[in-house]
């Protein structure tokens, strides 16, 4: 299995001419996911090629504007494409507020069973859960409550020994249950073990999301050891005195994260519009930490 994770926006709180507010698309094993939902977020999709109908679950980390206000437009043009499969909504209690406000007064009734999940921002919880992979929410240290994402590969499925699983002849429709670990019993009788059939399933991969934060090393425990971490990265550090006034971070303190937390790599974004040029703010990530990436909007970052 591996995630796709599609930069939609890598701008803080002012949108540019070609840099737009906070916004992921995640693809996992054919799950499709959003990540906070900034202005313009419908109209990165359509530009990426990306359908709306396919998004089953929105996570929002907390409920500044430059995060949440494309989400009434998306649902909206969801409703309007008469969207039929249940959406679920992650996010603060405020958020939902703010949502119920909207939709009271533009007297908005949805074709679509839409369900809100309020999230406790105070401590690490898992939020979500199935066969193939989980969700788990940790503190961030912002202005208003925010929370960050970890993704996480389930680790229950094996890896299926196709050659070995061709040469007994055993039927597709038994190959869910070995990769779950179950032995495999022929029409016969014949009980072949699981382990003659499978091979194991290895580390399982996982993506952590830190949108607005001050530096804090007490959320290094909830991202060590990452595949990928996604880290804001406002200000370059001579802007650090404005950073801690905003509870932002500094392009060097996500590589100081990111290196404390023995991550294997690192995506920078949320860029302050006072930036044109983004290489500096990558330059000064990697004295940190040398694995570090630009959050470039469109690109796809395969975690495999």
């Not at 530096?215 to 595949?227: F, K, N, S």
Request: charged share 20%.
């Amino acid at each position: 299995m591996s995630f796709e994770v599609t930069i939609l926006g890598n701008s803080s709180a002012s949108p540019g001419p070609n840099r737009h507010p906070s916004g992921q698309y995640v693809s996992i094993c054919d799950h499709h996911v959003l990540i906070d939902c900034g202005e313009g977020t419908q109209m990165q999709l359509q530009k990426f090629k990306i359908k709306k109908s396919k998004i089953s679950q929105i996570f929002i980390t907390h409920v500044h504007g430059d995060h949440i206000l494309g989400l009434p437009g998306l649902l909206l043009s969801m409703n309007l494409m008469r969207h039929e499969h249940p959406l679920h909504i992650y996010g603060p209690k405020e958020l939902f507020e703010i949502l119920a406000v909207f939709f009271k007064h533009s007297e908005m009734d949805f074709n679509f069973p839409l369900h809100y999940h309020e999230l406790d921002t105070t401590q690490s919880i898992t939020i979500f859960e199935n066969l193939y992979y989980k969700v788990k929410t940790f503190p961030l240290y912002h202005r208003i409550p925010t929370v960050g994402f970890l993704f996480e590969e389930r680790s229950i499925l094996k890896k299926l020994n196709a050659e070995a699983c061709l040469k007994l002849k055993i039927p597709f429709t038994h190959f869910n249950n070995i990769k779950m670990g179950k032995d495999y019993i022929s029409p016969e009788g014949k009980v072949t073990p699981n382990e003659e059939l499978t091979f194991p399933s290895g580390q399982p991969l996982n993506y952590a999301y830190c949108s607005d934060t001050a530096y804090d090393e007490r959320l290094i425990p909830a991202i060590e050891g990452v595949d990928y971490l996604y880290h804001e990265a406002t200000f370059m550090h001579d802007k650090l005195e404005r950073a801690e006034q905003t509870m932002h971070s500094t392009a060097k303190q996500a590589g100081m994260i990111a290196k404390k937390a023995n991550v294997n790599n690192l995506i920078i974004g949320h860029f302050s519009s006072r930036y044109d040029d983004l290489q500096p703010l990558l330059d000064e990530a990697k004295t940190e930490f040398e694995n570090t990436e630009i959050a470039e909007e469109g690109r796809m970052f395969i975690i495999e």
